[in-house]
């Protein structure tokens, strides 16, 4: 049975691993893809939760806020991955807002529980974050600055939801003659 105290149990003991390997700093920003549906062990998109979101919204931003890291909510393919970030964090990277609200089944259920949860919630379409966590096999990547290198948490999955993480690197530039 998923209760709320095992998703928020397990997805700490995920997210403090990631943030281990991650190495990030302040205002460093985390990207989080996330399925509700997949949770509960239904396909992605099909059985979102909004109840699922808010625990998930509301254990991240616990998890992250300690550490001076801004979240960023991806959702879904209706609104072209687009995320969700607090207006001053949108501002202060440069990233363009865009117009659209996160729908339960347009968005998804944690991009939702994040516009309601953030202060001043805006939506960008693209982003570069130093880490993230994917979970749902919700897809991350482009929006997680190259070179990306995955991190494999010892817990595998959240409820039913299969769950990967990266974190970034910087490049390796250079010739025989570089030093690293």
Known sequence: MI???TI???LKEIVSEVL????????????LGCSTSEIQGDQIG????????????????SELAPYHIHLAVQGCEHINRALVMERQVAMANGFEIVNVVPQYHAGG????????QFDDPVEVEHITAQA???IGDTSIGMHVK???VPVRPQQKS??????????SRPKYIGGPRAGY
């Open 109 to 116: 259920a944690c991009s939702v529980a994040a516009f309601e």
């Open 20 to 31: 281990a390997a991650a190495n990030l700093k302040k205002d460093d920003i985390f990207v």
């Open 46 to 61: 099909k059985n979102s939760s909004p109840e699922i979101g808010q625990w998930i919204i509301e254990t991240m931003r």
């Open 132 to 134: 993230g966590l994917d």
């Open 8 to 10: 928020q149990t397990t």
């Open 3 to 5: 209760t709320k105290e």
């Open 146 to 148: 190259h070179v990306q």
């Open 158 to 167: 959240l409820g039913n939801a299969h769950v990967t993480a990266l974190r």
